[in-house]
């Protein structure tokens, strides 16, 4: 089983549609993070969570919301997306969030909003 | 702003060296990660330099400068499977990580 796992891989969506992302870790690390990678751009940090407790919201638009049940699982609801949501979203986990730990990252799910 | 930079594209040949370049403008600073990223997959962290000076790890060794600003990453000769995206990131002074867009490395035969 690898470290971080992440359902679906690949997602087609119209824009009137309600969708989830998941993340799951195995690694018994206490932080969370979603991510948007867009080609030929920079990583956007999303959300983070350290402890259960959403530390990070980078001016995310409400049409993403993150839910983080227990340390071990995420997830990233999708409602009313635009076609500029089109992206890789990455999950990642670290042992702890403020600190210099490395991230360990998901494969990701490639979205297309239609 | 906070800001990384890094070449977007470079082309080695197998067997070669090739040297990785970032530099950086950040608010504060509390270590600088590489990663590297096949097409397709994630993210896996390859080094982490907070002190100045070189780190090496096998094939790769990663070095940093902090009053330059500067770092670098250096991959021995190179194999196919090197073939991949290097993403550079420092962690700021709010232990936030500020990316690079990444580096496409290709390695020809």
């Known amino acids: 089983e690898t470290g971080v796992t992440q359902t679906p891989r690949h997602l087609v969506m119209g824009m009137t549609n309600k969708k989830s992302l998941k993340c799951e870790q195995h690694?018994?690390?206490?932080?969370m993070y979603w991510y948007k990678q867009s080609a030929k751009k920079p990583l956007e940090l999303m959300f983070v969570?350290?402890?259960?407790?959403?530390?990070e919201n980078n001016s995310v638009p409400s049409r993403f919301s993150p839910e983080c049940p227990n340390s071990s699982h995420l997830f990233l609801h999708l409602h009313t997306l635009q076609p500029e949501d089109s992206a890789l979203y990455l999950c990642?986990?670290?042992?702890?969030?403020?600190?210099?730990?490395?991230?360990?990252f998901g494969p990701g799910t490639r979205l297309t909003v239609t | 702003g906070q800001n990384i930079d890094q070449p977007t594209e470079m082309t080695a040949t197998e067997g070669a060296i090739v040297q990785i370049n970032c530099t950086y403008q950040?608010?504060?600073?509390?270590?600088l990660f590489w990663y590297q990223q096949h097409a397709g997959e994630a993210p896996t962290f390859l080094s982490y330099?907070?002190l100045d000076g070189l780190e090496e790890k096998g094939r790769f060794s990663s070095f940093l400068s902090r009053s330059k600003g500067y770092s670098y990453l250096l991959l021995k000769e190179l194999q196919m499977k090197d073939s991949a995206s290097y993403l550079c990131?420092?962690?700021?002074?709010?232990?936030?990580?500020?990316w690079g867009a990444g580096t496409k490395l290709i390695i020809k035969p």
């Open positions: 990642a986990s670290s042992q702890e969030a403020g600190a210099s730990y490395e991230q360990y």
């Open positions: 690694l018994g690390h206490n932080a």
């Open positions: 969570y350290n402890f259960k407790e959403q530390t």
């Open positions: 950040t608010s504060g600073f509390n270590g």
């Open positions: 330099n907070v």
């Open positions: 990131a420092v962690l700021d002074s709010n232990y936030q990580l500020i």
